[in-house]
């Protein structure tokens, strides 16, 4: 598959993405793994790019009407002791609908595994919520070492290759659920 150049040709249209970030430790690398995802998505107007943070200070209810209003979700996780962190866990089960019949793409880091082992879990978790999960994601391996000084990533290519690829696969899904659901609102059967 060739790499995107621009995001309209990955979401057909104008589109919410709400990143979810997954750390609430203090000096968390999330940050700099957010802020460089900020920097890829800052030139496409059409993509609307809200956030739900566990340090955001906001109550459930505020979280919720945000992932209410994506249609697309990027869950930027470390890994904590082989799997994710507890305030990740605690933003996932604090919604239901909301993440019903729309897709979540993930974008991990760690050490050796760069956050594989926690995406694994998170798949299994979206999935029994009724998301669809991509199957293409970023993984970044000794993200202590990933950044340098600037806060630019050190093996920036790499990386963005992933990214353009997991954001197309997204990007797909994304049109492709908002149109079901357009046509048939999505309900859980019992």
């Not at 866990?89 to 019903?100: F, H, R, T, V």
């Not at 990933?146 to 990533?153: C, I, M, P, V, Y």
Request: net charge negative.
């Amino acid at each position: 598959m060739q790499t995107p150049t621009n995001l309209c040709l990955v979401f057909g249209s104008a589109r919410t993405l709400c990143l979810v970030y997954g750390s609430a430790r203090d000096a968390r690398l999330c940050d700099a793994v957010a802020d460089w995802i900020h920097k890829q998505l800052a030139g496409y107007a059409h993509l609307q790019v809200s956030v739900v943070d566990p340090l955001d200070g906001r109550s459930s209810h505020e979280r919720n009407a945000t992932l209410a209003e994506a249609d697309a979700f990027l869950v930027i996780t470390p890994e904590y002791n082989h799997s994710f962190p507890a305030p990740l866990k605690a933003i996932i089960d604090g919604a239901k609908q909301e993440w019903e019949a729309k897709p979540v793409a993930f974008f991990s880091y760690g050490g050796i595994s760069g956050g594989l082992r926690a995406v694994e879990q998170l798949r299994s978790v979206f999935t029994e919520l009724h998301a669809v999960s991509v199957r293409d994601q970023v993984s970044i391996a000794f993200v202590h070492g990933a950044f340098d000084q600037s806060g630019e990533l050190k093996d920036e290519a790499r990386v963005r290759r992933s990214f353009d690829v997991m954001l197309a696969r997204l990007g797909w899904w994304a049109d492709a659920l908002a149109q079901a659901r357009a046509r048939h609102p999505y309900r859980e059967v019992n």
